[in-house]
């Protein structure tokens, strides 16, 4: 098997050196000599023992595997109540069919144990006890069962506009890079499907794309969108809050619905901005309230929409000195997105 000497922007995570010989079956640091394993030829530059508890998690038991594979269904059952009918009607369906059924299974339950027919009541307590079983194994759809309609009703019946909208960021941070004159290099940190990097503008610069995701199962969505769009991109597996990139790489560095549920955000913040070249840009969205939440709306967002994060907001507290201009825009009710500067 051919084996080629990497070296540039990836950093071993054991050893922190910058040379592997790479197969695609695997990827050896020439600094300490650990090997990496690949899946599906992408390396999984990351030690599993130093991952946060939180981040091994969420990665065992909603991204990988089934969920994984799901989760160009579950997300947008997630925010069904913030989306416009027109889009999330078929959510809506499958919601109602879904309480209908258990509604259906109590009541009839209730006129089994009345009229004393109990074999029939115990097979539908049986059936209505797996149902919810398996919903409260992911908490957030048991809540989406009670919170989703009175948080829609709440959210349309007043109208909300942010002061600068998704659309406006990027097109804000995408501007300046359109006359860089030179090709650039952008990370996606948390990738996943590679979604967001595809879809928003980022692919119309002339530059380099690199991607990493803890998730198998994500990633290879992710690689497979990529390829379908043509489009060549550097996969790697690996931690946000150990980036195996060098220092100063990186001209953008973008994480899109992640930075809020890793396990240490500042920690995965300051590694983006590590990652960044000085004078490079950081663009990250993730979920955070609007000021003017209704109480059902508060509780849609906490046991819902951003019921697997660790913190709820865009931790500008926490922020690196070396981060400036830092702006943090409110652009849905529950997302923001927050762009900043590497000095330098
Ligand atoms: C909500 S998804 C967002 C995916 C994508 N950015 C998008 O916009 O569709 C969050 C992603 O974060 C990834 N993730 C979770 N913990 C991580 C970690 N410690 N390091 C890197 N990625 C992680 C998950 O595997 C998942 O793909
Ligand atoms: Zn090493």
Known sequence: MATELKSSKYRCPQCSAGDFAVTTTRWRCTGCGQSFACASGIPRLFVEDRLGAQDRKLRDTFYDGLFGRLYQITMPAIVMPVRPLAISWPYWIAYGVMVGLILGLAAGLISTL???????????????????????RQSWLLHLMWVAVPAWLSLSRKPWAPSESFAAVHERALAPLRDAGRRLQILDVSTGSCNSLYRHGWMALDADYTAIDLSETMLKQGSDLMSAAGVPVDLVLGDAMELPFQDDRFDVVLSYGAVNGLSDPAKAIAEMA????????????DEQMYDAATPVERAYFMKVLS???VIHHCPVEDFP??????????VYQFYYICTARKAG
């Open 321 to 330: 000195p070396s981060l400036t201009d830092v702006r943090v825009s409110q």
């Open 114 to 136: 009345i009229t004393g027919a109990f074999a029939a009541a115990a097979l539908l307590f049986a059936a209505l006890a797996l149902i919810l079983w398996l919903l409260s």
């Open 274 to 285: 590590r990652v960044a070249r000085p004078g490079g840009t950081l663009l990250f969205l």
């Open 307 to 309: 019921s697997h994060n």
